[in-house]
């Protein structure tokens, strides 16, 4: 938010890597751009040089400071400076130190979303090298700002330890929809799963469930291609499977309006991370916006709303087995009531709340 000293918020200024497209933002500043090419052999060296970077850095200079601080840092530092702000909102950890740096009298939101020492720690390689640096980012940096928010209540517990800050938690949801449960005819079950294509994701869990469910569940995957071989191997996997259909993906706020058809949103996170363990994915709320049944594995912070707002059921697990069984029990007038349910809860669970939450805590800090 840039003012002046008498003014304030009399205008939006967004930097990132590419334009926001929003109306209401006055003023771009593109950073990070010096390590942006379109030349894929540069691409690889400059991925090279990032990685063996860091390890000199953490493992011989013990220096996360000065991996961080590299040129293309100190330039979008430089070009931000030509601006005076009152509230700076710093989206991820990794551009937290250049919220703090620009600060000055300014007042700093860090919005972390993921706990981000933890992200991926599923990798070995990325857990020794990669997650000091972001814990460092951390400490550092998190207990300079003014205001902190993230996307569930066990993520927020985890950054408060850690730091000693305290987080709200805005969920990570779309706007409120007026979308009616829509009507079921015949007598499949019609269920749908949208996310990335990902073998972390396990998505062939879903497909061997439904093939062995038979023709009276119908599994409808929208699937973003980040992996377009595993796309191609859940294709094959599903391949002579009339009760298994793939959608091209629609755009984010399309969603719920194109799978609201349907009857059942299957939420399955495996939980190989801390933050997917504790996920409370944009999906979970978009299939609330679609008025859908929700029929979740045992993630627990997706279990505590889903039982909370009686949005559907729990599976015992994330195998095969576990959706089979848990779908198995569900009938036309289970999958009618939780989609009543879900519409009474759609205004709750959008993001009206989490906007007035944020706006009023934007307002006073620029107030202060």
Not at 4 to 9: C, K, L, S, V
Not at 70 to 88: A, G
Not at 165 to 178: K, T
Not at 195 to 205: F, L, N
Request: proline share 5%.
């Amino acid at each position: 938010l840039d003012g002046g000293p008498d003014d304030i918020a009399e205008s939006v200024s967004t930097a990132g890597m590419a334009a926001s497209g929003l109306e209401d933002a006055d003023k771009f500043v593109q950073i990070g751009h010096l390590y942006e090419t379109g030349n894929p052999m540069l691409r690889f060296l400059i991925k090279c040089y990032r990685y063996f970077t860091i390890k000199f850095f953490n493992e011989f200079l013990h220096s996360h400071s000065l991996y961080y601080w590299d040129l293309s840092k100190l330039y979008d530092l430089f070009r931000l400076r030509k601006n005076n702000y009152d509230v700076i909102i710093a989206n991820d950890i990794v551009t937290l130190p250049l919220a703090v740096n620009l600060s000055k009298s300014a007042r700093v939101y860090f919005d972390a979303h993921q706990y981000a020492p933890l992200e991926y720690e599923d990798n070995a390689r990325w857990l020794k090298y990669k997650s000091p640096f972001l814990l460092y980012l951390c400490k550092r940096y998190i207990p300079q700002t003014d205001y902190c928010t993230t996307v569930s209540n066990n993520l927020a517990a985890q950054y408060e330890q850690l730091t000693g800050r305290e987080f709200d938690v805005v969920y990570n949801a779309p706007s409120y929809q007026s979308l009616p449960p829509s009507e079921r005819s015949g007598t499949v079950i019609r269920c749908v799963h949208h996310g990335v294509a990902s073998p972390i994701r396990k998505i062939e869990s879903m497909i061997t469930a439904f093939k062995e469910l038979g023709e009276s569940y119908e599994l409808n995957l929208l699937l973003v291609k980040s992996d377009p071989k595993y796309y191609q191997e859940m294709i094959t996997l599903a391949a002579g499977c009339e009760n298994i259909i793939f959608h091209e993906p629609v755009p984010t706020g399309e969603i719920p309006r194109f799978i609201n058809r349907f009857d059942v949103s299957l939420i399955f996170i495996p939980p190989v991370n801390f933050n997917y363990k504790y996920c409370l994915p944009n999906k979970f709320f978009e299939s609330v916006q679609a008025r859908l049944m929700l029929l979740c594995g045992p993630s627990p912070e997706m279990e505590i709303l889903v039982n909370k707002y009686n949005l559907g059921a729990i599976s015992t697990g994330f195998e095969a087995d576990d959706i089979k069984n848990s779908l198995a029990e569900i009938d036309k007038d289970i999958v009618e009531k939780y989609k009543k349910e879900a519409d009474k809860s759609a205004e709750k669970l959008s993001a009206h709340l989490s906007m007035q939450l944020i706006t009023k805590k934007i307002d006073a800090l620029c107030a202060e």
